[in-house]
């Protein structure tokens, strides 16, 4: 590590204490203070409630391929901050997260300090100006309307898809939810959405009639056709693409494609040369770790940081049909502000053994209280209070012919992989 990178970071996270804040006024009086970077380059914004870190790698790998230098910003990081902020697939450099963090730093003052979201994003922002990039794929950190990363004026805009969360902050039903997401739209921009739920879809077709954005749909203007060995055809507005693969596991991911495929095609209807050889080769090669990642065969050993009940019941499907002849132990930890009672519920349906773990995070919740909970449902987990203890335990008990998934949160997920990584080279 550089010197004071640590202290950067530790200082950082300090900002954490300022919880959520909603609003754009800090982000604001950032951007400023930096000269409105994000004005320098062209961006695409990404919001939703699941797949939306997935749809931007997968535009990020395409964008690389066809030619352009292209940042991508994402949120949790699994290991290390760096992992957030990316130029062309790659974290961003200590010595650059050094660099962004003190700059930033020097802007704001103690009396008026921004949320650790809202620094990260003035960093990202900076850093993508100061790497001259051409595109941004930026997601959202949560919502859409309130969400720090809204400065940007994209090209395009993509909601992925509206389920229930953050109700404190986004309202407590699909509509609610949808119409702070759909805040994301620009006058006058183009967007896609994959959200097919009849009261969050008619909010969103609601915002992009204000807006006067031209709207695409998942199962209207845009649709897929699956065929056989994780092929699929994409059928859009005016582009037809066959015998395209996804490198990223899971029958959901073919419809995250999708909705990278629209956007990209309202680029290319826009002017923005993409090679039909970077569409192919962007899709098929994307990686992303911690979802639905494939770290061991023998026995297999999956992550996924699935961490809403949304994202549990997709899981929860993938196990039921890619598992079912392997005895699957379920490695959990999850956080306390989420659903996760109803995660806990159906998670019992598909495990044959549960460990209860907890992520060193302090929005962790206690594993014995999910062991109590689970106890109603013929479930006996066992606790295991440390996620690297946990994952030892499920291997040791282990047959190469059986399963283990680690699940809950990208944060448990990220502890998982720095003790993979450490002791069994993944």
Wanted: proline share 4%; glycine share 8%; hydrophobic share 40%.
């Amino acid at each position: 590590m550089i010197p004071r990178l640590d202290e950067h970071l530790a200082a950082l996270y300090r900002l954490r204490r300022f919880g959520i804040k909603p609003g754009l006024d800090t982000i604001s009086r950032l951007m400023r203070g930096l000269g409105n970077p994000q004005d320098r380059y062209s961006c695409i914004h990404v919001a939703g409630t699941n797949g939306k870190g997935s749809i931007a790698a997968m535009l990020s790998s395409v964008l690389v391929r066809a030619g352009y230098r292209v940042g991508l910003y994402t949120s949790p990081h699994l290991v290390r901050f760096n992992e957030r902020i990316r130029i062309n697939g790659c974290p961003v450099s200590d010595a650059d997260v050094a660099k962004a963090a003190e700059t930033v730093e020097g802007i704001y003052t103690q009396s008026a300090p921004p949320t650790f979201f809202e620094c990260a994003t003035a960093m990202a922002f900076y850093l993508f100006a100061v790497k001259k990039v051409d595109w941004a794929v930026v997601e959202t950190g949560m919502g859409g309307r309130y969400d720090a990363t809204n400065i940007l004026t994209p090209q395009v805009g993509i909601i992925s898809n509206i389920a229930i969360e953050h109700p404190q902050y986004l309202g407590n039903t699909l509509a609610k939810i949808a119409a702070e997401k759909a805040g994301i739209i620009k006058r006058g921009t183009g967007v896609v959405t994959g959200c097919r739920k009849k009261k969050a879809l008619k909010a969103i077709e609601r915002a992009a009639g204000e807006n006067g954005a031209l709207l695409r749909r998942l199962g209207k203007e845009i649709k897929i056709r699956r065929g056989k060995e994780g092929f699929f055809t994409y059928l859009g507005s005016r582009y037809r693409w066959d015998r395209l693969k996804v490198g990223l596991s899971g029958d959901h991911q073919v419809t995250n494609a999708a909705v990278a495929l629209g956007a990209l095609e309202l680029l290319i209807e826009k002017g923005l040369k993409i090679p039909e050889k970077a569409i192919y080769s962007g899709l098929s090669k994307v990686c992303w770790p911690g979802r639905l990642e494939i770290v061991s065969k023998n026995p297999l050993v999956l992550l996924d940081g699935a961490h809403n009940p949304a994202a549990i019941r997709t899981l929860k499907t993938f196990l039921e049909n890619g598992v079912a002849c392997r005895r699957l132990t379920l490695v959990v930890g999850i956080l306390k502000d989420k659903q996760w009672k109803t995660m806990a519920r159906y998670l019992a349906h598909v495990a044959d053994r549960i460990i209860l773990t907890r992520p060193e995070y302090e929005r962790a919740i206690n594993p014995d209280q999910m062991a109590s909970y689970l106890r109603n449902y013929k479930h006996d987990p066992v606790v295991v209070p440390h996620v690297a203890d946990a994952i030892l335990l499920a291997l040791n008990d282990a047959d190469d012919v059986d399963a283990v998934c680690v699940t809950g949160s990208l944060y448990t997920v990220g502890e998982a992989r720095v003790f993979l990584a450490r002791h069994y080279r993944i």
